[in-house]
């Protein structure tokens, strides 16, 4: 299972942008998506996560209203669209994926990661 990410960049504060990461290989089976981020000197923290259904969704308290996580099935593609972008969102983004496997078990996989940075 591969995940590549995109569609990190710089950005102004306020500004917006969008992430995708595309997943690749198989599994047996999606639990569930998220996206995670990190910035320098700081823990990995989770920005939000989505249900392979994609009926549930849960936000850190820190992006709640301005991010929006979603997924298309069709495309092995999720998304995360960040809009009104703060300097404290600058961080690396990482995709995120816990699959079934034929053990019954759940494994996590995570993309490379894309910049994001935001500027005062």
């Known amino acids: 299972v591969q995940l590549v990410e995109s569609g990190g960049g710089l950005v102004q504060a306020g500004g917006s942008l969008k992430l995708s990461c595309a997943i690749s290989g198989s599994t047996f089976g999606i639990n569930a998506m998220g996206w995670y981020r990190q910035a320098p000197g700081k823990q990995r923290e989770l920005v939000a996560t989505i249900t392979s259904g994609g009926d549930i969704t849960n936000y850190a308290d820190s992006v709640k209203g301005r991010f929006t996580i979603s997924r298309d099935n069709a495309k092995n593609t999720v998304y995360l669209q960040m809009n009104s972008l703060k300097p404290d969102d600058t961080a690396v983004y990482y995709c995120?994926?816990?699959?079934?496997?034929?053990?019954?078990?759940?494994?996590?996989?995570w993309g490379q990661g894309t910049q994001v940075t935001v500027s005062s």
């Open positions: 995120n994926l816990a699959a079934r496997t034929a053990a019954r078990t759940v494994k996590t996989y």
